[in-house]
């Protein structure tokens, strides 16, 4: 079992930053990659980043990328998203994930379906 929880959302303005954290314990946290997904209100949940257990290897997603920064803390179990120059299109709920098939490996996916265990979701909200 892997448990997560986000924290660190709020209401920002356009321009503005946030970090976002996932504190994860359970089983071998350190050992997989990580994702951050986002869903904005009556759309589907969207890719943002993700990184591999080492760090080594980073994804983004293009409407973030030079904007927001993953990075990962083996030592405290934590991931974070330090979000920069935000947009209103960047308000959504942030959820962090899991990804426990790609176990010290330096492979990176971007499918939901691939991620399997999600932390409760933090709100952004980005005003104009």
């Known amino acids: 079992q892997v448990q997560l929880v986000e924290s660190g959302g709020g209401l920002v303005q356009a321009g503005g930053s946030l970090r976002l954290s996932c504190a994860g314990s359970?089983?071998?946290?350190?050992?997989?990659?990580m994702g951050w997904f986002r869903q904005a209100p009556g759309k589907e949940r969207e890719f943002v980043a993700a990184?591999?257990?080492?760090?080594?290897?980073?994804y983004y997603t293009d409407s973030v990328k030079g904007r927001f920064t993953i990075s990962r803390d083996n030592a405290k179990n934590t991931v974070y998203l330090q979000m920069s120059t935000l947009k209103p299109e960047d308000t959504a709920v942030y959820y962090c994930?899991?990804?426990?098939?790609?176990?010290?490996?330096?492979?990176?996916?971007?499918?939901?379906?691939?991620?399997?265990?999600w932390g409760q979701g933090t709100q952004v909200t980005v005003s104009s």
């Open positions: 990184i591999t257990w080492s760090g080594g290897n980073i």
């Open positions: 994930a899991a990804d426990l098939g790609t176990q010290y490996s330096g492979y990176l996916r971007r499918s939901r379906d691939d991620y399997d265990y």
């Open positions: 359970g089983r071998s946290f350190s050992s997989y990659a």
